[in-house]
């Protein structure tokens, strides 16, 4: 068994706990307070299985985004820690910590724009905030899966981003032919 990689394998581990808790936590505290329709957390305790799904679809669609935003740093940090590389300590810290709060701020933004759109868009067949806080589960699933399309797709373009960004590793070439 290589120890390094099982260390780093350890260290990332750990990483991802800490940051999956706190992705969760902090998430589900911003989507509470950014609607401003009705008051989510009395609903979730009033048994609205409608507004439960939906906010378990944008704890999901936002961890989603996080994760493919941080990605491209995980991917630097297991080089950094098991190999030498030309990055510091500080700046890994400085990119991890910007890269997540960009991944962070593009997931609120892109998951508010996305429901405020869809409901206009769809208001004058249907009020989606009035549905949901009568415990609509059909409009639930349905913005559901708007926030999990939604989150697929800035996922992919915030991993994209989140490579632009950070410096990625590069492995020595491999000449073959002369």
Known sequence: MDLIRFGVGLFKLAVSVLLSVGVVFITYKVFVK???????????????TAVGVLVAALLLASANIIFQGLTPLLNLLTVHLGHSSSVSNWQIALYGVGNLLMAFTLSIVA???S???????????????????HGNLAVGILLSGVVLVVGLYIGDGVNALSKA????PTMSSVQIMR
């Open 34 to 48: 950014a609607n401003t329709d009705f008051d989510e957390i009395q609903a979730i305790k009033d048994g609205n």
């Open 111 to 113: 998951m508010s724009f």
């Open 115 to 133: 429901l405020r759109m869809f409901g206009r868009l769809t208001r004058p067949a249907m009020r989606a905030g009035v549905e949901l806080e």
């Open 165 to 168: 960004i950070i410096p990625q």
